[in-house]
């Protein structure tokens, strides 16, 4: 079993900027892919970005690409997104997972945190 525990959401201005983090506990996390998905108030969840614990390659939704930005630190079990430029559009319950592939599906997770909500303002 592996526990997810998010942080870091907020209210925001348009253009303003966020870090959300996601802590890992319980199994080790090195062969993992950690995963932040959204979901709008009335759609359906989406992929944000994914980052390949042992390597930390990364791969983001063109929605986000070049004002989000995924780490991770080892140590740590603890990944990040750093959220510039935000905008209303990026107005979502963010949600980190963890899965054995490496994919932008949220089905391939295994393992979801309980979720933070991000509130952009125009």
């Known amino acids: 079993q592996v526990q997810l525990v998010e942080s870091g959401g907020g209210l925001v201005q348009a253009g303003g900027s966020l870090r959300l983090s996601c802590t890992a506990s319980g199994r080790t996390f090195s062969s993992y892919t950690m995963g932040w998905f959204r979901q709008a108030a009335g759609k359906e969840r989406e992929f944000v970005a994914r980052i390949t614990w042992s390597s930390g390659s990364t791969y983001y939704a063109d929605s986000v690409k070049g004002r989000f930005t995924m780490s991770r630190v080892n140590a740590k079990n603890t990944g990040s997104l750093q959220m510039n430029l935000l905008k209303s559009e990026d107005t979502a319950v963010y949600y980190c997972?963890?899965?054995?592939?490496?994919?932008?599906?949220?089905?391939?997770?295994?393992?979801w945190g309980q979720g933070t909500q991000v509130t952009v303002s125009s």
């Open positions: 997972a963890s899965g054995s592939r490496i994919s932008r599906r949220p089905e391939d997770y295994d393992y």
